[in-house]
């Protein structure tokens, strides 16, 4: 993993829930900056894991604005992401990386909690 990201003032991830651990990678970093340029003041990513999905379980990555009491801020290259608590559960020792080839260009979650995920590479079960 790269770059692993902490919580912003506080020391190591590791006093999060689960574990907290998270990495994002450069490419990821750079490619939420191109995307937050136009943004209104204030918006942060944030990667969520929802029900659903071909194996159960699916990613989900938006620009917010809007804080719930549950989730974590973190900050890597740069760069916050927001994840709420249980999500977080769902993606420790999880790591974020943007991915450009011949089938387009992506976000990708390296998940070693993942036992199974889909062809699309955005579904997957624990």
């Not at 204030?42 to 917010?64: K, L, M, P, T």
């Not at 709420?84 to 450009?100: G, H, M, P």
């Amino acid at each position: 993993m790269s770059n692993q990201i902490s919580t912003v003032g506080t020391s190591p991830a590791t006093a999060l829930p689960a574990g907290g651990q998270f990495a994002l990678s450069e490419a990821a970093a750079k490619r939420i900056t191109v995307m937050l340029e136009n943004e209104p003041q204030g918006s942060f990513f944030r990667v969520a894991v929802n029900g659903g999905g071909c194996s159960g379980f699916q990613y989900e990555f938006s620009i917010d604005t809007d804080r719930a009491e549950d989730d974590l801020s973190f900050v890597s290259h740069d760069v916050e992401v927001v994840i709420d608590e249980i999500s977080l559960e769902l993606v420790d020792n999880a790591e974020l990386d943007y991915v450009q080839d011949l089938m387009g260009a992506y976000f990708a979650v390296s998940n070693p909690n993942a036992t199974a995920s889909c062809g699309c590479g955005t579904s997957f079960s624990v």
